[in-house]
């Protein structure tokens, strides 16, 4: 099947969002939504650990595994490319922008356990995307993540003032506004598909 | 004995990795809109998490400070790949409905969470009941879930017909809002719980 990389690429933040229809990387969606100039830093950050992870993994999966018939093996293989790829990030960041590390510095060894990463590389070899559409697809899923989290921060500012009930608060809360932003989110749908 | 009976209490109510801890919800999300998805979801993480824990506890004299994520890391890896393999080999076409999601359970926090919080410190045979016992609070509370989303959106319960004919489905409960509203409805209602108990409890 043919599909038009930029067609991945605009479902991948829109009707596709890692966030609303596909449940990725929660566990720091829902911690790190207090304040919007962080969640724009950790978004930034998600975003080109992903453009730049998802090729890698297709290069790994498609000439390393799949020639071997190691293709189980991609589990293992994904996760530590993904940690090693952070890891030399996080140097090279460190080495060359102190100040963009200082700003992110906490963030960047968490994107490994950042499910988002690990889902998109999975996602792309069981739709048998090609090397263009993984690219786009990973910095698309990025881009929806960071929209995603940046929105959620952006109406939990708000929320300071209003009286939630005492059992909600805190991470239930977040999840019923989530829950009517994924409801938002469907109204995009129909304008571009992907399976 | 006492112990076992404490760690289980921790696991499935106390400590409760979803609930309490929100932690692995990307999973206790995406898989819940049918009982029967979310009960080998359960079971998968059950086992990955029990021998995980065994794993990391028995070999933990042994493994170096520093390199010990990657070290966890490998070995959730490791118990993954076993249950994919057998899923896919005696379940597929369950296998092909939790499509990524059985892969990230490497990525579960509730696993590394409790490798790290937990197993590290604990002899092998306690981390394993450890293991067990976190797992079966995470699948509790996505049966707990499934059994909502299910029952109000299909009208079935592990695929049979239970809601009569003239039922209509609650589409909303099987798409993803459903879901994030049924977690946070949940969570509340533990909460308010919770608080209640400690009052009279003082």
């Given at each position: 099947m043919i599909v038009n990389p930029f067609v991945v690429f605009f479902a991948a933040i829109f009707t596709n969002n890692m966030i609303f229809?596909?449940?990725?990387?929660m566990c720091s969606f829902i911690a790190v939504s207090s304040d919007i100039k962080t969640s724009i830093g950790l978004g930034q950050a998600v975003t080109f650990v992903l453009a730049i992870t998802a090729p890698i993994n297709y290069l790994l999966y498609h000439y390393v595994l799949v020639p071997f018939g190691l293709e189980y093996l991609r589990y293992i293989v994904f996760i530590v490319s993904i940690a090693a790829f952070v890891q030399l990030v996080e140097m090279i960041v460190e080495r060359s922008f102190p100040a963009l590390y200082q700003s992110l510095g906490i963030f960047l060894p968490l994107i490994t356990v950042n499910c988002a990463i690990l889902g998109v590389s999975l996602f792309m070899t069981i739709r048998n995307y090609n090397l263009i559409t993984s690219t786009l697809y990973g910095l698309g899923s990025g881009l929806g993540w960071m929209l995603a989290i940046v929105a959620l921060a952006g109406i939990k500012k708000r929320m300071k003032m209003s009286a939630v009930p005492e059992g909600l608060q805190g991470p239930g809360i977040t999840l019923i506004i989530t829950g009517i932003m994924a409801l938002a989110f469907i109204g995009f749908s129909g304008i571009v598909q992907i399976s | 004995m006492k112990q076992t009976k404490t760690i289980f209490m921790e696991g499935l109510?106390?400590?409760?990795?979803?609930?309490?801890?929100?932690?692995?919800?990307c999973s206790a999300l995406a898989v819940t809109n049918l009982m029967k998805n979310s009960l080998v979801m359960g079971l998968g993480l059950i086992f990955v998490t029990a021998f995980s824990e065994l794993t990391v506890s028995l070999i933990r004299q042994w493994t170096?400070?520093?390199i010990r994520m990657m070290v966890q890391v490998l070995i959730i890896s490791a118990y993954v790949i076993l249950v994919d393999i057998f899923l896919k080999a005696y379940f597929p076409d369950i296998s092909t409905a939790l499509g990524p999601y059985v892969g990230l359970i490497i990525t579960n926090c509730i696993i590394m969470g409790r490798c790290e919080a937990f197993a590290q410190a604990n002899p092998p045979h306690i981390a394993f009941i450890d293991g067990i016992a976190m797992g079966t609070g995470y699948t509790l509370v996505l049966l707990t879930i499934a059994f909502v989303r299910e029952l109000l959106g299909f009208g079935t319960l592990f695929g049979i017909q239970?809601?009569?004919?003239s039922w209509v489905s609650w589409s909303i409960m099987i798409m993803p809002p459903g879901a994030f509203f049924m977690l946070g409805i949940l969570i509340w209602i533990l909460h308010t719980f919770k608080e209640k108990n400690q009052e009279v409890a003082k």
């Open positions: 229809s596909n449940f990725l990387g | 109510w106390g400590n409760n990795p979803i609930a309490r801890q929100i932690l692995g919800i170096p400070k520093h239970v809601m009569g004919e």
